[in-house]
Structures are given as structure tokens and as C-alpha cells.
């Protein structure tokens, strides 16, 4: 005869004491859930930063905005709720910037330009979770619309430039020693998990990819000025 625990109904029936559950609070899941993304983006920090000296294909993943757009993608599409993606968001990028800036000083003795750490930090902390927020509820929705938010997000990862860089060195090889085709392969494939693994239908997929290749082509010069014009990539 094998023994069974008794459920608290039966304990409660039986006059003892009903045996404690260990059930995690909603709220103290949730903190454990950015803890986890804070200490993971603490250690993709450290290991971007360390990248610069491993070769010429780390050192350009490293710097191409598609690493930090899918590790936003996937962050909204793993968490169970709007709430959890913004904090979870926030969370690992605070950790990034801390990992990144952190080696900077106490690795390679150097300090960041103030200017530019506030700028990441406040964009950590607004941007990125209002985006994986947006983009979590993107994920969960069946309506045309959504495909917006994602084929923007999609375009933006080609705003390195590093898949245009492949074409032009096919019609002027002079500019090949320029091209990042490691980079630009990343970059295309991290456009195609965002169109193909973020919605929830084909259709969705489908204007995804025309909305993010309209950004790649009308909006990078936008987001360019924004970004590379004022220093913050690159």
C-alpha cells in the first residue's frame, strides 16, 4: 500500500494542522523573473565588451544593434504579460549597460563618456520596456495592425548597414575589405526570427516583412540621425 499526502481538506477534516505549500507569490515571481534577466544582461555585458579583442567577426557582432533588438524580441515574447516583459526588459539592459561600462573601467581602465552612459541609461529604462511591452502584446494579437510594431522592429536591425555593405562589394570589390558578411548573415537572420517568430498567423508575417523592409529603406535615415549622428552607436 503506498502512502499519499493528504490534502488540506482532508487535514483540515481530520482536526490537524493542513501541510504549507510553497507557492511563490505572484509579485516575488515577477522580481525573480527581472533578477534573472538583470544578472543575464549583466554577463552579455561583460562578454560584449571582452568581444572587441576576439576578432574582427566578434568585435562587429558585438556592435550591431540586432543583438540588442532580438535579445528585446525575445524577452517580450517569453514573459507571460506586458508587466513582466517592460520590467524584464529593463532589467536585462540595465544589466548590459553595468556589465559593459563596468568592464570598461575595471577591465580596461577607462571612462565612458557621461553624456553617452545617461543617454543608455535613460533609454533602458523608457524605450526599451515600453518596446517589449508593445511588443509582447504584438505577439499574443491576431489583428493586421500588430504587424506594424514588428516590421519596424525588424527593419531597424539592418540599420548597421552591414547587408548593404555585402551588396556594394559585389559591384565594386574595392569596398570589400569593408563588408561584414558574418554580421550582415546575423543580421538577416535575426530579421526573419522576428517576422516569422513574433505573430501569431501568416498574414501577420507577411505585412511584417513588407512594413520592415518600407523601414529599412524610409526610416533608417531617420533613426540614423538619431543614433549614429548623435553619437550613441558608433
Not at 527581472?34 to 574582427?56: C, N, P
Not at 552612459?117 to 504584438?138: D, E, N, S
Request: aromatic share 6%.
Amino acid at each position: 500500500m503506498t502512502d499519499s499526502i493528504p490534502s488540506p481538506t482532508a487535514e483540515a477534516s481530520a482536526g490537524t494542522t493542513p501541510t504549507p505549500r510553497a507557492v511563490l507569490p505572484r509579485p516575488a515571481a515577477a522580481w525573480g523573473w527581472t533578477g534573472v534577466l538583470l544578472a543575464a544582461g549583466a554577463l552579455v555585458g561583460v562578454l560584449a565588451k571582452l568581444a572587441d579583442s576576439w576578432g574582427r567577426d566578434a568585435a562587429s557582432l558585438n556592435s550591431t544593434p540586432a543583438v540588442w533588438i532580438l535579445a528585446l524580441c525575445l524577452i517580450a515574447r517569453l514573459t507571460t504579460s506586458p508587466v513582466r516583459a517592460a520590467a524584464g526588459a529593463a532589467g536585462f539592459f540595465l544589466g548590459m549597460l553595468a556589465g559593459y561600462y563596468g568592464t570598461t573601467l575595471i577591465v580596461l581602465h577607462y571612462l565612458v563618456t557621461p553624456r553617452l552612459l545617461v543617454a543608455w541609461t535613460i533609454a533602458a529604462i523608457t524605450v526599451c520596456p515600453g518596446a517589449a511591452a508593445l511588443l509582447h502584446l504584438a505577439s499574443r494579437s491576431g489583428r493586421l495592425l500588430v504587424a506594424l510594431p514588428i516590421g519596424v522592429a525588424a527593419g531597424l536591425v539592418f540599420i548597421d548597414h552591414a547587408v548593404q555593405g555585402v551588396l556594394i562589394s559585389w559591384q565594386q570589390p574595392d569596398f570589400v575589405p569593408f563588408v561584414h558578411p558574418v554580421q550582415a548573415g546575423f543580421d538577416l537572420a535575426t530579421a526573419l526570427v522576428i517576422v516569422l517568430g513574433l505573430p501569431r498567423g501568416a498574414a501577420i508575417r507577411v505585412l511584417g516583412s513588407v512594413v520592415g523592409a518600407l523601414t529599412a529603406l524610409l526610416l533608417l535615415p531617420v533613426v540614423e540621425g538619431l543614433t549614429y549622428g548623435s553619437g550613441l552607436l558608433g
